[in-house]
């Protein structure tokens, strides 16, 4: 991680500011008195400040590094095992006729969640979602190279993930559940045959704008190295567990649609059970990769009006 920026304020105190007047005329006058070819020395100098910024922005020599790549097994296994526990989760839930399959489901995703942050967050900083991966690239946490091969490696191990439920259900309840994948509607019998039941596509891009934004919220946590000193790491990776679950649990009971299976807030797992069960899981499936993007651009303008002494930014900044 890149060195902290430094903030300067006003003061409140009126000597303080004047004090402060008084270095940036100093600065303006000796600016002014400075040679021209001094200052065409200076004007390089920012612009190659500027160009080594983008390219710590950028990160392309992570591509060929070999610890993002291991970093990125960590990512990978992760979200495999995420796909795979939580739509078996979901099918067992309703398998076994609860009362109440929402409770139980948003329960089970907080542990799943809390377990694998902690597990993979001493590895690749526990992303195990393109969300996270994307909003840590934007306020400099990380390179956007890193970021690319993270979102990669989490969406090749939900596609594993939902392959290994593929093998260990049967073809019945992978039918019938479609792998546990994200849906927006799916074919049900009517009185009059076969009709299209769930929510209609602006709805369900508000919802995932929404909760991808108060998703990100508790992940502020872990992004300010303050409060994850301070808090401790399961303390965080729990609190985020926990929010997950709750927005599983309103999602899917504030809608009370059939066909709908709540906010995706994963965008790689949804893509995985997509592309190995197929079919009508495409239908809609944009919604649940550009929502989550409105939402973290959403979070980003929020991070923008941060101190940034609540982050330590990989890129530095003059």
């Given at each position: 991680?890149?060195?902290?920026?430094?903030?300067?304020?006003?003061?409140?105190?009126?000597?303080?500011?004047?004090?402060?007047?008084?270095?940036?005329?100093?600065?303006?006058?000796?600016?002014s008195?400075?040679?021209?070819h001094?200052?065409?020395?200076?004007?390089?100098?920012?612009?190659?400040?500027?160009?080594?910024?983008?390219?710590?922005?950028?990160?392309?020599?992570?591509?060929?590094?070999?610890?993002?790549?291991?970093?990125?097994?960590?990512?990978?296994?992760?979200?495999?095992?995420?796909?795979?526990?939580?739509?078996?989760?979901?099918?067992?839930?309703?398998?076994?006729?609860?009362?109440?399959?929402?409770?139980?489901i948003?329960?089970?995703?907080?542990?799943?969640?809390?377990?694998?942050?902690?597990?993979?967050g001493?590895?690749?900083?526990?992303?195990?979602?393109?969300i996270?991966?994307?909003?840590?690239?934007?306020?400099?946490?990380?390179?956007?190279?890193?970021?690319?091969?993270?979102?990669?490696?989490?969406?090749?191990?939900?596609?594993?993930?939902?392959?290994?439920?593929?093998?260990?259900?049967?073809?019945?309840?992978s039918?019938?559940?479609?792998?546990?994948?994200?849906?927006?509607?799916?074919?049900a019998?009517?009185?009059?045959?076969?009709?299209?039941?769930?929510?209609?596509?602006?709805?369900?891009?508000?919802?995932?704008?929404?909760?991808?934004?108060?998703?990100?919220f508790?992940?502020?946590?872990?992004?300010?190295?303050?409060?994850?000193?301070?808090?401790?790491?399961?303390?965080?990776?729990?609190?985020?567990?926990?929010?997950?679950?709750?927005?599983?649990f309103?999602?899917?009971?504030?809608?009370?649609?059939?066909?709908?299976s709540?906010?995706?807030?994963?965008?790689?797992?949804?893509?995985?059970?997509?592309?190995i069960?197929?079919g009508?899981?495409?239908?809609?499936?944009?919604?649940?990769?550009?929502?989550?993007?409105?939402?973290c651009?959403?979070?980003?303008?929020?991070?923008?009006?941060?101190?940034?002494?609540?982050?330590?930014?990989?890129?530095?900044?003059?």
């Open positions: 991680m890149a060195e902290s920026v430094v903030v300067i304020r006003d003061s409140d105190n009126g000597d303080d500011h004047d004090q402060l007047q008084g270095a940036a005329i100093s600065k303006i006058l000796a600016a008195a400075t040679p021209m001094q200052q065409g020395k200076l004007g390089d100098g920012k612009k190659k400040t500027s160009a080594n910024i983008r390219r710590q922005w950028l990160g392309l020599d992570e591509i060929l590094s070999l610890e993002v790549w291991q970093a990125s097994m960590a990512e990978l296994l992760g979200t495999a095992v995420l796909v795979f526990m939580l739509d078996t989760v979901v099918i067992s839930s309703f398998e076994t006729d609860t009362k109440t399959p929402n409770i139980v948003a329960c089970f995703v907080s542990l799943v969640i809390t377990i694998l942050l902690l597990a993979t001493p590895i690749s900083g526990g992303h195990i979602n393109p996270i991966s994307f909003s840590a690239a934007l306020v400099g946490l990380i390179s956007f190279s890193r970021a690319l091969v993270y979102i990669l490696a989490q969406c090749l191990g939900a596609t594993l993930g939902a392959i290994a439920l593929k093998a260990v259900v049967s073809s019945t309840i039918n019938h559940f479609s792998l546990g994948a994200c849906t927006l509607t799916v074919i019998p009517g009185p009059n045959g076969p009709t299209v039941v769930g929510i209609e596509t602006g709805q369900a891009l508000g919802l995932e704008i929404v909760c991808t934004v108060v998703f990100l508790p992940v502020v946590i872990a992004f300010d190295h303050r409060q994850l000193k301070a808090l401790g790491p399961v303390v965080v990776c729990s609190i985020i567990g926990i929010v997950v679950g709750l927005l599983v309103v999602s899917t009971t504030v809608t009370t649609k059939r066909g709908y709540g906010a995706g807030i994963n965008p790689a797992r949804c893509i995985g059970p997509a592309l069960r197929g009508h899981l495409w239908k809609g499936h944009w919604i649940f990769w550009v929502g989550p993007t409105i939402g651009f959403v979070f980003y303008l929020y991070a923008l009006i941060i101190p940034r002494q609540h982050f330590k930014p990989r890129v530095n900044e003059e």
